[in-house]
C-alpha cells in the first residue's frame, strides 16, 4: 500500500482545510485510516482515526473541530479541520493499517498563521 497525502497549505487562524490521503492497491487498504503530527520540537502525536465499521475516535484538542472520514469508492482518506489554530501547525501523515502492517504517507504541512 502506498499513501499519497495532500491538501496542506498556509491558512488564517479559524479558517479550514482539508486533508486527502490516496491510497494504492485494494479498497480495504482505507478500512483504517489515522491521521498524526508533528508540531515543530515536538514528538509525532495521534490525531484521528476512523476503523472498519466507521467509528471514529479523536484526540482531546482537536475533537469537535476535526473531521475524520473516508472514501471506499476513491480508496482515499480525509481529514477536515476547522477552526483552525496557531497550534495545529505541523506535519501531517497519514497512515493505514492493513493486513498486519502500518503504512505511512509522506507528510503534508499545514500552517496556521495568527
Known amino acids: 500500500v502506498q499513501l499519497q497525502a495532500s491538501g496542506g497549505g498556509l491558512v488564517q487562524a479559524g479558517g479550514s482545510l482539508e486533508l486527502s490521503c490516496a491510497a494504492s492497491g485494494s479498497t480495504s487498504s482505507v478500512n483504517y485510516i489515522a491521521w498524526h503530527r508533528q508540531r515543530p520540537g515536538q514528538e509525532r502525536e495521534w490525531v484521528a482515526r476512523i476503523v472498519p465499521g466507521g467509528t471514529t475516535q479523536y484526540a482531546d484538542s482537536v475533537k469537535g473541530r476535526f473531521t475524520i472520514s473516508r472514501n471506499y469508492a476513491q480508496r482515499t482518506g480525509y481529514l477536515e479541520m476547522s477552526s483552525l489554530r496557531p497550534e495545529d501547525t505541523a506535519v501531517y501523515y497519514c497512515?493505514?493499517?492493513?493486513?498486519?502492517?502500518?503504512?505511512w504517507g509522506q507528510g503534508t504541512q499545514v500552517t496556521v498563521s495568527s
Open positions: 497512515k493505514a493499517f492493513y493486513r498486519g502492517s502500518e503504512y
